[in-house]
């Protein structure tokens, strides 16, 4: 059976009206980082999973480890990372756990975990999925194979298409903008409520310029 063409257009109407209101309900936030940079581990800590929290439903969490890491050679990928050996080993780790956590809120909260003590990335991803109750092997294997490799060089295609390119570390973006950026690294919940309709009960509400 054949419906109409008229209400063939409605219905299209009716679902790019429900793609506008679902896109305007929801915040995009990329965060381009290192994992051994004091400044991408305190923001992690304390803005990016505080901000998060405090509405999971309606931010989706992009995140791109690779910062100013080098390509040395493609055959075999070989990397040079900005603070040595062990932030390649923690670069791969994360690009493997973004890969096989499927759920974002767990993936994100074994990001943050890890990202607290780097001294030995293997040791701490073991004992952080452990707590969070994450299989840890699939994510092992693949930063220990050629895979973790590629998945860290896709991160670098990532991060060399940011405009304008990244300079400082983390780099931040907000529904695709970079604009802000100070106010995304210092207040990320402040700068996500501004771009959420309706906003959280949680956001704060507009100071007052009225006199007396």
């Excluded at 100013?68 to 070989?78: C, E, F, I």
């Excluded at 932030?87 to 994100?108: F, P, R």
């Excluded at 895979?147 to 860290?152: I, M, P, Y």
């Excluded at 207040?187 to 309709?197: F, G, P, S």
Aim: proline share 6%.
């Amino acid at each position: 059976m054949f419906l109409p063409r008229g209400v063939l257009s409605a219905f299209g109407l009716a679902i790019l009206f429900h793609a506008q209101v679902f896109a305007d309900n929801t915040a995009t936030v990329a965060v381009y980082y290192e994992t051994l940079n004091q400044t991408c581990k305190g923001f992690f800590i304390d803005q990016l999973l505080p901000a998060y929290n405090q509405a999971p439903d309606r931010i989706t969490v992009k995140l791109v480890p690779f910062g100013k890491t080098v390509v040395n050679s493609t055959d075999p990928l070989t990397f040079t990372c900005e603070h040595g050996q062990r932030e390649c080993e923690g670069l791969k780790i994360h690009s493997c756990a973004i890969a096989h956590v499927q759920d974002q809120t767990s993936l994100l909260n074994l990001a943050e975990c890890t990202i607290r003590n780097q001294t030995d990335p293997e040791a701490r991803l073991i004992e952080c999925a452990t707590d969070l109750g994450i299989e840890v092997s699939p994510i092992e294997d693949c930063a220990k194979s050629t895979n973790g490799s590629r998945l860290l060089k896709l991160n670098g295609d990532k991060t060399k298409e940011l405009n304008p390119p990244l300079t400082d570390l983390p780099t931040i973006t907000l529904n695709g903008r970079q604009d802000e950026q100070q106010q995304l690294l210092t207040n990320l919940w402040n700068e996500i409520c501004k771009v959420l309709q309706p906003k959280p009960s949680s956001c704060p509400l507009l100071e007052s310029h009225s006199s007396g």
